[in-house]
């Protein structure tokens, strides 16, 4: 199926999203501080990336703005995720931020968010 980055600094959060996608046959990689997002957006060119908001080293809202500026990283879709709710209204000036996911959140509400921006996605790297 899908290439999708898992950047969020809480382990177990990882570990859940990694579960929960690799069972719909999904492949996942993960980081867990914000100065390794892009170097792995850029390496390893996901489908699809899920961004923290609060992480150490870069925090999400300054990678999601660093990534809306690159060509290349900026036709990659972007499902924001945060238990900080009211962080998720900042995103929305973002065009490849076309999902946003309220922590705690339930399997299915994960599943069917990345199916809903995966399906409405174009190859991020078709020029």
């Known amino acids: 199926m899908a290439k999708i980055l898992v950047a969020d600094d ?4 990882q570990g859940l999203m990694r579960d929960i ?3 719909e046959s999904h492949q996942v990689l993960t980081v867990s ?3 390794d997002v ?3 957006l850029k390496k390893e060119r996901p489908d699809l990336l899920i961004l923290d908001v609060m992480m150490p080293g870069v925090d999400g809202f300054s990678l999601q703005d660093t990534i809306s500026k690159d060509p290349e990283l900026s036709r990659i879709p972007v ?5 900080q709710h009211s962080f998720l209204q900042m995103f929305k000036k973002f065009r490849q931020v076309t999902g946003m996911l309220r922590k705690p959140f339930k399997n299915e509400e ?4 990345v199916k809903d921006v995966l399906s409405r996605r174009p190859d991020p790297y078709q020029r």
């Open 110 to 113: 994960l599943i069917a968010t």
């Open 79 to 83: 499902i924001v995720a945060t238990a």
């Open 38 to 40: 892009i170097p792995t």
């Open 10 to 13: 809480e382990i177990c959060v």
């Open 21 to 23: 996608l690799e069972a």
């Open 33 to 35: 501080n914000g100065s």
